[in-house]
């Protein structure tokens, strides 16, 4: 391979000036983040008196210490809770990764009860869905505690209720899949919520503490006028012994964690690290704060980022001389091949189609593909739609659609338009979409759909014949810039799950390598399969 020189200079007034730049974004976001922890933080007395653990504590206390844990989606339904984003707690009540649990690569989901009692958000169920559906696609045991007031009765809407189902029906699915759903029901989970214990594997409960019924004493006096306690409806003890829902009963939360990592101790799941010789990057993970420009319009040497992520910096170029404008090339991260193509222009014909020839031989190889997106879009005008810029876009897109190899997305820059679709995102379903908190997604920048819709108006009031009101022509297009440029930060795709979370350009490489490690996990992997999920007795 070819190892890459930077001409980066990390001592330039630019790259300062990039630098803070991206600072100030992912200042931004550690303080959002930081906004949502605190807001649970404040329930740990009322928690203590129970005799419970707050839940990142019972996150904490389950997962192996020392072993990585990828955190998704940590600014789910950021601003969607109140329009003062400064007010805001993302996370949609859930917190969800992938980590070790007794030395099993899982998924992790947490009821954050100590927000709203962990009352079901829109997003945060959207959230537990994309977190369903990664186990499922890389074969995931889903480790869940649940804690949950259920839904908002005051903020209920029909569509939150029909789509999620498809929640409960992924639990299904993933037992039967033969991945192994194991519960600790910390407290509430009633309701329709109480699927979510009921369609597990194993459900460990705690005594004094669960309280699992479809219908808690209001509704049950209300609906057949019979009074009961809720300890008598739906208690652990009653459970365990009587129903049989419960399958382990837990003294205290610390002793129900326990008893989750001694059920996933007592299950052969086989795991191979993969582990593989490799040399690091030449150049420090540092510069990768400075190299993004500000502005999206500028261009850049994708060449540097790249540099920065995978071995020794060493990069094999495809095609260069052709389509230059799209880099496409492989290189190893931690031993392991790796496809990437990025953007150094925007996608023309010759481009699509080298991008098109390289996805293929990838997939001959068997060669995963990272995508690294820089893009303002295909290129439009005469001469490109004359050479085939929609045919050749197209075959980019049926390439990216049916790779037969994991696929992961890094939104670097821009993604705007259809270029964000041949650069396989979100709606492409790569294994992983993650963003830099500079990243920009949209169908085309504010100031070229206000143009567009200029030209629009000219044009039609030149077939009217009448002149063209100026004043509001400009309101027109300051609306339309503002409410582009409003909807394409990564704070605002991320917080409706637009992607699998932001994350610090400096931690690109490490998540890389556990992310290219649990798809070669899962699709190593041979879990013993079932026409059903296990029923309970």
């Not at 839940?55 to 072993?67: E, F, I, K, Y």
């Not at 805001?88 to 992938?98: E, H, M, Q, T």
């Not at 696609?137 to 809407?157: I, R």
């Not at 290189?331 to 991008?355: E, H, V, Y």
Request: hydrophobic share 40%; aromatic share 6%.
């Amino acid at each position: 391979m070819a190892k890459l020189n930077s001409t980066v200079s990390t001592v330039s007034e630019a790259f300062q000036n990039n630098r803070a730049h991206m600072i100030g974004l992912l200042d931004e976001m550690r303080a959002i983040e930081a906004r949502t922890v605190a807001a649970s933080e404040r329930a740990r007395d009322r928690f203590e008196q129970r005799r419970q653990l707050l839940p990142r504590d019972r996150v904490a206390l389950l997962l192996d210490p020392g072993r990585p844990f990828i955190e998704l989606s940590k600014l789910a339904g950021y601003g969607l809770d109140t329009r003062d984003t400064d007010k805001s707690v993302a996370g949609g009540g859930v917190i969800a990764g992938i980590g070790y649990v007794s030395g099993i690569r899982c998924m992790v989901a947490a009821s954050d009860a100590g927000i709203a009692a962990g009352a079901l958000q829109p997003m945060g169920l959207e959230k537990q869905m994309r977190a369903q559906e990664i186990a499922l696609e890389n074969k995931l045991p889903f480790v869940q505690l649940v804690e949950s007031a259920g839904a908002n009765l005051m903020a209920y809407k029909v569509e939150d209720f029909v789509r999620g189902g498809g929640f409960f029906r992924n639990f299904a699915r993933l037992s039967a899949a033969g991945l192994p759903v194991v519960t600790v029901t910390h407290g509430s989970s009633t309701a329709g919520g109480a699927y979510q214990t009921g369609l597990s594997d194993y459900i460990i409960m705690v005594r004094g503490r669960t309280r699992a019924f479809l219908a808690g004493p209001p509704l049950l006096k209300a609906a057949t006028g019979e009074i009961a306690s809720e300890e008598e409806l739906g208690g652990a003890e009653m459970h365990t012994t009587v129903s049989g829902l419960g399958d382990y009963l837990a003294e205290d939360d610390r002793h129900a964690i326990g008893l989750a990592r001694e059920v996933m101790a007592g299950i052969d799941w086989p795991c191979d690290d993969g582990a593989r010789d490799f040399e690091a990057p030449a150049y420090e993970a540092e510069d990768l704060l400075g190299i993004m420009p500000q502005d999206y319009r500028q261009p850049v040497d994708m060449r540097e980022v790249i540099a920065r992520i995978v071995d020794g910096s060493d990069f094999t170029e495809f095609g260069g001389r052709y389509g230059p404008g799209t880099l496409c090339g492989t290189a190893r991260i931690a031993g392991w091949p790796i496809g990437i193509i990025t953007n150094n222009a925007p996608l023309d014909p010759a481009g699509a189609n080298k991008a098109t020839h390289f996805i293929q031989t990838c997939c001959q190889a068997g060669t995963p593909i990272l995508y690294l997106n820089n893009t303002t879009g295909f290129m439009v005008g005469r001469e490109f739609e004359e050479a085939g810029m929609i045919k050749h876009g197209s075959k980019m897109i049926q390439a990216v659609t049916n790779a037969t190899v994991p696929q992961f997305t890094l939104l670097c820059g821009a993604s705007f338009g259809a270029g964000n679709y041949g650069m396989c995102g979100r709606g492409f379903a790569p294994r992983f979409c993650l963003s830099w908190p500079n990243a920009k997604t949209a169908v085309m920048g504010g100031e070229q759909a206000a143009g567009t819709m200029e030209e629009v108006q000219r044009a039609r009031a030149e077939r009217s014949g009448k002149p063209v009101d100026e004043a509001q022509l400009q309101a027109m297009k300051d609306k339309i810039v503002e409410t582009f440029d409003g909807q394409m930060s990564a704070f605002h795709t991320s917080a409706r799950l637009l992607d699998d979370g932001v994350i610090d350009p400096r931690d690109t490489r490490p998540v890389m390598i556990e992310l290219m490690r649990i798809a070669r996990e899962g699709d190593a992997r041979q879990p013993n399969t079932m026409q059903f999920a296990v029923a309970r007795p």
